[in-house]
């Protein structure tokens, strides 16, 4: 029983290792899950893709600035049949007809540039290019949201694998317990009270282990959800501190800063303001370029070529065009004004889960130090009662009730080392810096730029840098 005892001890202290010192290396950590999850995790990648998305929407605008080209042709067939009458000599008309089948053809070209439209071409391409750096913004959010959520599962399964330990070795003790005061029984040392106050204990122990180990198939479950791959002999998770800043108040202005959800908010407004420009700029008159060239074949039975060029400027001033122009102005103008509170309620909700992170964090370590006490003082409950319980001074429920008590405190315990590391972990995610190069992830990072530079001056094409 005594070797029992320590074997649980170990096994709830297993998260507590990683806070003391360096440990061996075992098949996976905390870090090499984080950089599995950044690379496989599908609901990440299909952001990145939508990124790649947004970067369209540049080319997309820049082509207001490039010419356009058509080319038409015709050819087929008529048959024609005309009469004439004319003045001939004072006695007479003179009449002629035409008539006969021809084969008209005919090939175009024609090249139309914008010169001026209100400048709604240079918005609409400032306007992509902040769609683009919000997009990547909303990516970092992903990234951290993920990299949270991997922190979290891979620290729950070592949370609710270590539970099942220590529930599963409360069943070996109380099975030992109940042996003991069976044998007590017989010899009459103890009531038949005892033994069912043991055996109703043990009952409780089973139960709490199969709850725990039920706890612990979600999580696994979980885990090959967010991490792409099974948890093997996962090694114990530390804390981040050393990424975070000093004080709660440099943790704050530095989440104004770097938080994903407010640089995001900040080209958001950037967006609405060059809406309001683009929605503008159609009061104002557009300037358009026109040439064109054509050959002719056979259009008429007596006209066999032709040749038709053409070059013409237009200058169309909008005068009024029904009001709708005008209630566009008005729209954009509101969007950029809900633009501006959305950017400030998301920095007092940046500015919140900093507070409540670091509160978590500082109560996390104060926890564990207390769960470490309370397991100590249990452990030596537990041996004091045992000892009083030997002398008749203590009954086989008060032993019972000691036991209870100290797994009590050994789950507790792996609970405040859960909380601790995911809360370190959450307050970088608040601030803005859960990141693989803050971290210094053992990983390439997934450069949003690349692609973007690839499409943005591209004319033509229509296969991807990606080859699809």
Known sequence: MRGTKVFAGAAASALLIALMGPVPALADTIEAALV??????????????????????????????????????????????????????????????????NAPRSAGLTISQTLFNGQQTANRTRAAESQVSAAREA????????????????MDFLRDSAIVEVQRSNVRVLEQTLKQTKDRFNVGEVTRTDVAQSEAQLAAGKTQQL????????????????????????????????????????AVELALI?????????????VSFLQVKVAEGALFPTVTLQASATQ??????????????????????PIYQGGAEYSLIRQSKESLTQQRLVLEQTRDQARANVVQAWGQLEAGKAQVQSAQA??????????????????????????????????????????????????????????GRLSPIVM?????????????????????????????
């Open 211 to 250: 709850t725990a180990e039920s706890n612990l198939t979600t999580t696994r479950a979980n885990f090959r959800r967010i991490i792409g791959s099974e948890p093997v002999a996962l090694q114990p998770g530390s804390p981040v501190d050393r990424y975070l800043p000093g004080t709660l108040t440099s």
């Open 374 to 431: 309370q397991v100590t003082a249990s452990e030596i409950a537990l041996n004091g009662v045992r000892e009083e319980a030997k002398a008749g001074q203590r009954t086989t429920l008060d032993v019972l009730n000691a036991q209870q008590a100290l797994v009590n405190a050994r789950v507790a315990l792996v609970t405040a080392q859960h909380d601790r590391v995911v809360a370190s972990y959450s307050v970088l995610n608040a601030v």
């Open 36 to 101: 599995r999850a950044y690379q496989t995790n599908p609901q990440l990648n299909a952001q990145r893709a939508q990124v790649r998305v947004t970067d369209e929407n540049v080319p997309q605008a820049l082509s207001g600035y490039r010419p356009k080209v058509a080319v038409t042709a015709s050819a087929g067939a008529q048959y024609t049949d005309v009469a004439t009458t004319a003045g001939g000599t004072a006695t007479a008309l003179v009449r002629s007809q035409v008539h006969g089948t």
């Open 258 to 270: 770097e938080n994903p959800n407010v640089t995001a908010a900040m080209f958001g407004i950037d």
């Open 296 to 317: 002719n074949y056979e259009q008429t039975l007596t006209i066999q070529r032709s040749f038709t060029g053409a070059a013409v400027a237009q200058v169309s001033v």
């Open 440 to 468: 210094n992830l053992p990983t390439e990072t997934y450069d949003s730029s690349v692609h973007y530079h690839q499409v943005r001056d591209s004319w033509v094409g229509v296969r991807t840098p990606s080859g699809q």
């Open 139 to 154: 990516l970092r959010v992903l990234e951290q949201t993920v990299l949270l959520q991997g922190a979290t599962i891979y």
